[in-house]
């Protein structure tokens, strides 16, 4: 028996690739597309490492070419539900007994094989299914997710090393359990990195998953999924369960071995989760643990010392890299009237030089919105400021689907600082500005705190640093992660551990030690050596 005690040094954040004209890994990259678009791929549902194919399929489309194909998936019935639930408690009971080296030397070849093998593979399947650009897809679908699993398993063994003190008499040990039963795993479209997270977190400390990948992401979903098993994931570990969320969830929140779930998405869905959760408490063999990451309405607050230029690139791409499609997209501004002739004119003319349209033209800065449904909702949010006499637009305000799902970056700004888009989630393109008078600083940073229900992310712009550092303390409960003279977008796993409160979810931090703390159930274990032997305490004697 190997009895080393192991600790994981932190690593280092995985190198991102330029993809220069001419270079090798451009390359290969635009290979791997041709060569994906050139085929169909058929996704089977994947349970106890077994492929179930159900006959009820949907199809997989590029959202900046919807009448393009890329394969179809099928969806799970509630026959194979019934497997998966009974797959993840079987493998439970060998897994959760693994020691968690092995577990995380798993996690570590899945890294590597990311980082060399399928690193074009994986990154093609992202910007075509979920339609992002070069940079986008590298930073996300290669990058972060090697990141996640590299950092968690340096992580855990931090969190493996704490134990309590032991006195005289007695031998005192804390043992890090895994959840007792199977964890649901629920993964958004925007993130391929999140996909994998959502599993891979819980699974490494021991956990196993039903995983419910986002219907519009399930050609990278799979190709992650069939990543694990080569890396030596076994089976049943991870089940996974392309399908609808109504017919997944029904079955698997009734369960009483229910013991988590790991959620990213909307809140109208998480609460949805946790209402049906709170309902059937009485069910369940353990109080499952309940961790989500929501919504945002993210903020950018200009001081009126910022410097305009620096205000207006990480306006710029803090709203519109990635379509807006990201939780921490900045949604609403506020610039000091000093400041916004010049903020203005800047942003129109990057927004004007901006390109838009096929993943595969690298001279797109912005491509497609993921679906039909998401681009009728950013329109009529668009249509509403343009009847409005408290808006205009200034800058897009177009959206054409006839091909894909574009909508053009849009700038609105309006007179009322409650304005509708200021206040609520929108999800694509469109960022509203709100202009305040210099001298009501104050004023207008109370507004932005009161504004949204949410609490994701936000930044503040100033050359003045104890202004900033001032209105840092003001805003300290209206972002979990906050930047100074930067974009609200782009936390790095290792660096800035992502998360919110308020209605932006639990706040658990996915990139640190606080999410992986949740997927387990310490046990404290106490041996006395000379147990006593008379009931009487000694002055009675």
Same mark, same amino acid.
């Given at each position: 028996?190997?009895?080393?005690?192991?600790?994981?040094?932190?690593?280092? $954040?995985?190198?991102?690739?330029?993809?220069?004209?001419?270079?090798? #890994? !451009?390359?290969?990259?635009?290979?791997?597309?041709? !060569?994906?678009?050139?085929?169909?791929?058929e996704v089977p549902c994947i349970i106890g490492g077994k492929e179930y194919y159900t006959g009820n399929t949907s199809n997989i489309i590029q959202p900046h070419n919807h009448q393009h194909k890329l394969g179809v998936y099928h969806n799970v019935t509630e026959k194979q539900l019934e497997l998966a639930v009974k797959s993840a408690l079987d493998a439970h009971r060998i897994w959760s007994d =693994?020691?968690?080296?092995?577990?995380?030397?798993?996690?570590?070849?899945?890294?590597?094989?990311?980082?060399?093998?399928?690193r074009y593979l994986l990154s093609a399947a992202t910007m075509l299914g979920q339609s992002k650009n070069i940079y986008q897809s590298e930073i996300d679908s290669v990058c972060e997710t090697i990141d996640f699993l590299k950092y968690n398993s340096f992580f855990a063994s931090k969190i493996y090393e704490m134990q309590p003190a032991s006195t005289f008499n007695q031998l005192n040990k804390m043992?890090?359990?895994?959840?007792?039963?199977?964890?649901?795993?629920?993964?958004?479209?925007?993130? /391929?990195?999140?996909?994998?997270?959502?599993?891979?977190?819980?699974?490494?400390?021991?956990?196993?998953?039903?995983?419910?990948?986002?219907?519009?992401?399930?050609?990278?979903?799979?190709? =992650?999924?069939?990543?694990?098993?080569?890396? &030596?994931?076994?089976?049943?570990?991870?089940?996974?369960?392309?399908?609808? &969320?109504?017919?997944?969830?029904?079955?698997?929140?009734?369960?009483?071995? =229910?013991?988590?779930?790991?959620?990213?998405?909307?809140?109208?869905?998480?609460?949805?989760?946790?209402?049906?959760? /709170?309902?059937?408490?009485?069910?369940?063999?353990?109080?499952?643990?309940?961790?989500?990451?929501?919504?945002?309405?993210?903020?950018?607050?200009?001081?009126?010392?910022?410097?305009?230029? +620096?205000?207006?690139?990480?306006?710029?791409?803090?709203?519109?890299?990635?379509?807006?499609?990201?939780?921490?997209?900045?949604?609403?501004?506020?610039?000091?009237? @000093?400041?916004?002739?010049?903020?203005?004119?800047?942003?129109?003319?990057?927004?004007?030089?901006?390109?838009?349209?096929?993943?595969?033209? @690298?001279?797109?800065?912005?491509?497609?919105?993921?679906?039909?449904?998401?681009?009728?909702?950013?329109? $009529?949010?668009?249509?509403?400021?343009?009847?409005?006499?408290?808006?205009?637009?200034?800058?897009? &305000?177009?959206?054409?689907?006839?091909?894909?799902?574009?909508?053009?970056?849009?700038?609105? #700004?309006?007179?009322?600082?409650?304005?509708?888009?200021?206040?609520?989630?929108?999800?694509?393109?469109?960022?509203?500005?709100?202009?305040?008078?210099?001298?009501?600083?104050?004023?207008?940073?109370?507004?932005?705190?009161?504004?949204?229900?949410?609490?994701?992310?936000?930044?503040?712009?100033?050359?003045?640093?104890?202004?900033?550092?001032?209105?840092?303390?003001?805003?300290?409960?209206?972002?979990?992660?906050?930047?100074?003279?930067?974009?609200?977008?782009?936390?790095?796993?290792?660096?800035?551990?992502?998360?919110?409160? !308020?209605?932006?979810?639990?706040?658990?931090?996915?990139?640190? +030690?606080?999410? =992986?703390?949740?997927?387990?159930?310490?046990? /404290?274990?106490?041996? /006395?050596?000379?147990?006593?032997? +008379?009931?009487?305490?000694?002055?009675?004697?």
């Open positions: 028996m190997n009895n080393a005690i192991y600790n994981f040094n932190a690593p280092a $954040n995985e190198p991102i690739f330029e993809y220069l004209k001419g270079s090798k #890994e !451009r390359n290969a990259l635009f290979e791997e597309l041709n !060569r994906q678009l050139s085929r169909t791929v =693994l020691s968690w080296t092995v577990r995380a030397s798993i996690l570590l070849k899945a890294a590597e094989l990311i980082s060399g093998k399928y043992e890090f359990r895994p959840l007792e039963g199977f964890v649901f795993t629920v993964s958004p479209f925007n993130f /391929t990195a999140i996909a994998s997270n959502l599993n891979m977190a819980p699974v490494l400390m021991g956990n196993t998953t039903i995983w419910k990948p986002a219907s519009t992401s399930v050609l990278s979903n799979y190709i =992650l999924m069939k990543i694990f098993m080569e890396a &030596g994931m076994p089976d049943g570990v991870i089940n996974f369960v392309p399908g609808k &969320g109504s017919t997944i969830g029904r079955r698997v929140l009734s369960d009483p071995m =229910l013991a988590g779930i790991h959620f990213t998405g909307s809140n109208h869905t998480f609460n949805s989760l946790w209402r049906q959760v /709170t309902e059937t408490l009485p069910k369940y063999r353990s109080y499952p643990r309940m961790v989500g990451e929501t919504g945002g309405k993210d903020f950018i607050f200009v001081h009126p010392s910022a410097d305009p230029l +620096e205000v207006a690139v990480g306006a710029v791409r803090g709203a519109f890299e990635y379509q807006g499609q990201k939780c921490s997209a900045a949604s609403r501004m506020y610039v000091p009237q @000093s400041l916004w002739p010049i903020v203005k004119s800047l942003m129109v003319d990057m927004c004007h030089d901006m390109k838009m349209g096929d993943v595969t033209d @690298s001279d797109n800065f912005m491509n497609a919105v993921i679906d039909e449904a998401s681009f009728d909702n950013i329109m $009529n949010y668009i249509e509403y400021a343009k009847n409005s006499t408290e808006a205009q637009i200034i800058c897009g &305000g177009n959206g054409n689907k006839s091909t894909g799902f574009f909508v053009d970056a849009t700038i609105i #700004e309006t007179t009322n600082p409650y304005f509708k888009t200021m206040e609520e989630e929108i999800f694509g393109p469109v960022l509203t500005v709100w202009v305040y008078p210099d001298q009501k600083l104050t004023e207008a940073v109370d507004i932005c705190d009161k504004t949204s229900p949410y609490g994701l992310t936000g930044a503040v712009f100033s050359r003045d640093r104890v202004a900033a550092s001032v209105i840092c303390e003001k805003l300290r409960y209206a972002a979990g992660n906050f930047y100074i003279n930067d974009k609200p977008t782009g936390a790095i796993v290792g660096l800035q551990p992502f998360g919110g409160s !308020r209605a932006s979810g639990t706040n658990d931090k996915a990139g640190g +030690e606080f999410n =992986l703390i949740r997927w387990i159930s310490p046990r /404290t274990i106490k041996e /006395t050596f000379r147990p006593a032997t +008379e009931y009487k305490y000694g002055y009675m004697n």
